[in-house]
């Protein structure tokens, strides 16, 4: 469905310059800063899968999706989604992908949420009784009932939410992409977008991009990630094989009776109830518990190697 | 065809949804209505006190100045009600919301044209109108044929500049202070008759900055004064095409521009 | 007490200096708006040596120094408080034991100083436009001017208090200056106004922050007449004064008991 090869974006901009007529400097200048933000990134996703793209803030996970979508023509290499060049196919492209972005709503903000849903549909050229079919699917879907003839700008975070959401896929794209679909929502509301997703996965074998901060999402709903930093792909596989093969000892947390904490690595093949005896020797245990390696401490160790 | 159709149709569509957005803050809407005429007939005020004492202008009168005005007011509403947004255009970019456009089937110009319905517009438009109803001379059927090509290509022509230079945003260039001088440049010198500039300043605003072709030459062409123009008769008669070539030469900066915008992520 | 109100002088200074480029363009637009002054009037008098006992000189100096005392006095104030009722950082503003429109003025007094500093480059390209030459009456001139300016100053307070009723004062104060300067004589001086509009361009106190002021110096206003424009200016400021105390002190109960 998605097959990039050997994608790399280059930055080049002008040098700015301050003062007054600084502006026109930057117009004429031939002098340019560079920046490599996309570098030599090579992936395929298959129809209907769900993947996780994650990164730092500044990874060029952006920048990738930017690509992906056709708001950037890549400096070098190959994007091709459902067949088509994105950037050279802009609009073909558009009618094929719905997106998400957490912090920026696509939603008329002094109108009611069913106009903006109206709207995305003539946009997306939805004729009127498939309209009504998709919008009955998205109400049950995402409960928007409540709230279809409340203004945007009075709708709570989680709703407003669950409306981007419905607007993103009213005309059916067979690709979702979503940029931090669950920043700032409470735990009720990450658990419906979350939900949605793996339906709208599920039903209409959409394929799903989801970029975020939050690995509880990831957890929820990828088998498979793709990791950069530096505009690098560092991993790219199944949660269950990162976490093994990057798995950081688990780990020994002793509560000491003067409320004091300490941690001791569990090396591969060592005898736990041997340390805690070690432990025990020395102190006198208040409380203790075992630490399992979880997906935050595989990504942050990997991140902390690349950098090294 | 089918394209442009479906475009213009859309922009309708999305345009009437931003105007009822911002009719519920009505209050401000009659506020801005009413300040957008006061600013243009303050204008216009001037013009009447002046020659409440000497009754020519330039060799034009005080009811010929007025269909002139109107006639520019209207040409300069007609550029101003579709292309407000782009005074926000800067705004856009940098909230990302030019991306959100990008990822629309929808011409992207058409999408930002949308995005903001000015309401000072409305009431150039009012004042326009009202100007040029009230002062023009008696219609015939010739006339009409002429004003609405007209008052359509002054329209190009403001708004030939308003884009080309809002198209630089998309750099990251701020220019809305020149295009405020631009516009000022354009609403002040253009409601008069470049007689009463005469020499270099008329040169400049017919040949430099093509302030003349919005308003002065088309009103010359109404009102029979064509004997006094700096150029032939015949150029003030096509005076409507200029506004249609500029404006397809703006739209290939914009284009352009949004092709570096897609290329450099600013 | 002196001290926050420079603070919040220099504060205004700032901003005025913050948008230099934007000055540059507007300094640009009041050149171009002198010019077609210019090019209008010399246009109209033609051969007339007088007109409403003003010779075509005195007439383009007077349009010379009226815009350039409207550019550099443009009220800010209004813009800032709508901007600060909006946000509600104008619960700073009067948690603050100065009082409110003391720091307002205060802002505005260090906004127009700022604009007479940026005017500073333009004044001789507006003079060669419009051609200014020394007058006969500089007391009178600074006199009527800086009580002028006064009046300018409380009329935007008093826009800036009732933002707390309307709480949308950016609109009101762009017609405000609209408004203003068309009364204050700065495109056509008052003797030109026919028949109504004459006797309520008398009537108001925007001429005060134009017309009079310019007309003074040109010297077109003379002699007991200067004295009587500073009469009912100090009436003016006066009255000013006891309107905006009691506007003020409904607005700030107001405030109090709703919380803006």
């Known amino acids: 469905m998605i097959r990039v090869e050997s994608l790399t974006k280059v930055f080049r901009r002008p040098r700015t310059f301050p003062g007054p007529l600084g502006a026109l400097r930057t117009l004429v200048t031939r002098r340019y800063d560079e920046r490599v933000a996309v570098d030599d990134v090579s992936f395929e996703i298959p129809e209907g899968e769900v993947v996780g793209y994650l990164g730092p803030n500044g990874a060029g996970k952006s920048t990738t999706v930017k690509m992906l979508t056709g708001i950037l023509t890549p400096t070098s290499g190959l994007v091709e989604v459902g067949g088509r060049v994105p950037w050279r196919d802009r609009s073909a492209n558009a009618r094929s992908v719905g997106v998400v972005f957490g912090q920026r709503s696509q939603l008329w903000w002094d109108l009611p949420l069913i106009e903006s849903l109206r709207l995305v549909g003539a946009l997306y050229d939805v004729p009127a009784a498939h309209f009504t079919g998709s919008l009955r699917r998205m109400c049950d879907l995402l409960g928007l009932d409540d709230f279809l003839d409340t203004p945007v700008r009075q709708l709570s975070l989680g709703q407003r939410m669950r409306g981007d959401l419905a607007a993103a896929m009213l005309y059916d794209p067979p690709i979702l992409y979503l940029d931090e ?6 735990v009720l509301a990450k658990q419906a977008v979350r939900e949605f997703i793996v339906d709208t996965n599920r039903a209409g074998r959409t394929t799903v991009v989801l970029t975020t901060h939050d690995l509880a999402d990831v957890e929820a709903l990828c088998r498979r990630i793709i990791l950069i930093d530096k505009g690098r792909v560092l991993y790219d596989g199944g949660i269950d094989a990162l976490v093994t093969a990057y798995a950081p000892p688990r780990r020994l947390v002793v509560h000491l009776a003067d409320d004091e904490t300490r941690t001791f690595d569990i090396a591969g093949g060592a005898s736990v ?9 020395e102190n006198t245990i208040r409380d203790l518990s075992i630490e399992e390696p979880d997906l935050e401490s595989v990504i942050k160790q990997i991140y902390a190697e690349s950098t090294r | 065809m089918a394209e442009i159709a479906r475009a213009l149709r859309l922009y309708w569509v999305l345009q009437r949804a931003t105007m ?5 803050y009505r209050l401000n809407t009659v506020i801005s209505v009413v300040t957008g005429a006061v600013y243009q007939g303050s204008g216009f005020a001037f013009v009447w006190v002046v020659m409440h004492t000497f009754p020519s202008m330039g060799g034009w009168s005080l009811r010929e100045i007025a269909f002139l005005y109107g006639l520019r007011l209207t040409a300069h509403a007609l550029c101003m009600l579709p292309l407000s947004s782009l005074i926000g255009l800067e705004w856009l970019v940098r909230e990302g919301e030019l991306d959100r456009v990008l990822l629309r089937p929808l011409n992207p110009l058409v999408q930002v044209m949308t995005k903001r319905m000015g309401m000072g517009q409305v009431g150039d438009l009012l004042t326009g109108v009202v100007l040029l109803i009230v002062a023009a001379p008696p219609w015939n059927l010739a006339m009409i044929g002429f004003c609405v090509p007209a008052v359509v290509g002054g329209a190009l022509v403001e708004a030939s500049f308003h884009l080309s230079l809002s198209s630089l945003s998309l750099r990251m260039l701020d220019t809305r202070a020149l295009r405020g001088f631009l516009d000022d440049v354009f609403s002040k010198f253009g409601s008069y008759p470049m007689s009463v500039f005469g ?7 017919t040949f430099v900055l093509p302030v003349a072709f919005v308003a002065y030459m088309p009103a010359s062409v109404l009102l029979d004064k064509t004997g006094s123009l700096n150029v032939p008769a015949l150029v003030a008669y096509g005076s409507p095409l200029l506004g249609v070539a500029l404006f397809a030469l703006a739209y290939r900066v914009w284009e352009r521009q949004l092709r570096h915008y897609q290329s450099s992520g600013t | 007490m002196i001290r926050p109100l420079a603070g919040m002088a220099r504060v205004g200074l700032r901003f005025q200096l913050a948008y230099r480029s934007d000055v540059i363009m507007t300094v640009l637009a009041l050149i171009a708006q002198v010019f077609l002054l ?11 040596g007088q007109a409403r006992g003003l010779t075509l ?14 550019f550099a006095t443009t009220p800010i104030i209004p813009l800032i408080a709508h901007f600060r009722i909006r946000t509600g950082m104008v619960f700073f503003d009067l948690s603050r034991p100065t009082g409110y429109l003391p720091q307002m003025a205060a802002f505005q007094a260090g906004h127009t100083l700022g604009g007479l500093l940026m005017l500073a480059p333009a004044v001789p390209v507006v003079l060669l436009v419009g051609t ?8 009178g001139y600074a006199a009527t001017l800086t009580l002028g300016y006064v009046i300018s100053v409380m009329m935007s307070l008093l826009i800036c208090v009732i933002g707390f009723w309307t709480l949308e004062t950016g609109a009101i104060s762009l017609l405000y200056r609209l408004i203003s300067q068309f009364f204050a004589g700065t495109m056509v001086p008052l003797s030109f106004f026919p028949g109504a509009l004459g006797v309520l361009a008398e009537a108001l106190p925007f001429k005060y922050m134009g017309y009079v002021p310019a007309a003074i110096y040109v010297g077109h206003l003379s002699g007991g007449q200067v004295v009587q424009a500073m009469i009912v200016e100090v009436s003016w400021i006066a009255g000013l004064a006891v309107l905006l105390w009691a506007v003020w002190r409904r607005a700030h109960r107001r405030v109090v008991i709703n919380g803006g």
């Open chain 3, 38 to 48: 210019r090019m209008v009037w010399t246009s109209v008098y033609g051969g007339a």
């Open chain 1, 273 to 281: 109830p041997e340390l805690i005896g070690r432990v025990a020797a």
């Open chain 3, 57 to 70: 000189e005195a007439l383009l100096a007077y349009l010379s120094l009226a815009n350039l005392q409207a």
């Open chain 3, 132 to 139: 200014i030459t020394p007058t006969a009456q500089p007391l």
């Open chain 2, 20 to 24: 009822r957005g911002a009719l519920q």
């Open chain 1, 181 to 186: 679909p669950t920043v700032g929502l409470d």
């Open chain 2, 199 to 205: 020499g270099v300043t008329q040169w400049v605003l």
